[in-house]
């Protein structure tokens, strides 16, 4: 994503490295990153999560739990939710690193090290805040989303691949819901 944005930058819009490192960082934290981690989560974990829970209400062990008096939201719902959030803001951090590294490297004018402390220098706490809030809010969103589709399941094995693409394009669409709700909120208040 790095060598991308830095040859569009440049190739259009013809600024120095510095400033394309510049408009990398800024789109990548911001937007870019949170809701590329957001679609590579989502594809790869939403419709696991409800393919799990469908299957374990299809045969029963959703029931058994309940008998047992053992909470199905302290037990499966909470700890797919808090460690898809954590997953998101972890893959947002490798995102970042590796945008940087690689718009580093597209870079010519100056050195490899030069331009990775010089974007670094430029980083806002508050860009950085608002990249790992997003990426784990798209995380908590897409996780919620596919264990609220699992558990509504019917008892038909039927059900399981069709909630499980449900899984992923309801969690598509809320995540871009929520990004456009949230940078209409940010505008409005800056």
């Known amino acids: 994503m790095g060598t991308i944005v830095i040859a569009l ?3 259009n819009f013809g600024q120095s490295g510095a400033r394309a490192m510049n408009v990398l960082m800024i789109s990548c934290m ?9 679609l590579i989560f989502t594809a790869r974990s939403a ?9 374990m209400k299809v045969a029963g062990e959703l029931r058994t739990l ?17 460690a898809a959030a954590l997953s998101c803001m972890m893959l947002f951090c490798y995102f970042m690193v590796a945008a940087l590294i690689c718009g580093a490297f597209t870079t010519p004018q100056s050195g490899l ?7 670094l220098s430029q980083l806002s706490a508050s860009s ?7 990426s784990a809010l798209f995380g908590f969103v897409t996780s919620a989303s596919a264990c609220y589709l699992g558990l509504s399941a019917g008892l038909a094995s039927t059900e399981i691949p069709r909630l499980a693409s449900r899984a992923v394009l309801v969690s598509i669409v809320a995540m871009l819901l929520l990004d456009a709700l949230i940078a209409v909120l940010m505008n409005n208040l800056s």
């Open 30 to 38: 911001q937007e870019v990153g949170p809701l590329m981690v957001a």
């Open 128 to 134: 950085l805040l608002m990249g790992l809030g997003k």
């Open 47 to 55: 419709s696991a999560i409800a393919t799990e829970l469908v299957t």
């Open 66 to 82: 309940c008998r047992l008096g053992v909470s199905v939201g302290d037990y499966l719902i909470w700890p797919r939710v808090v």
């Open 9 to 11: 930058v440049q190739g």
């Open 113 to 119: 090290i030069a331009e990775i402390d010089s974007s």
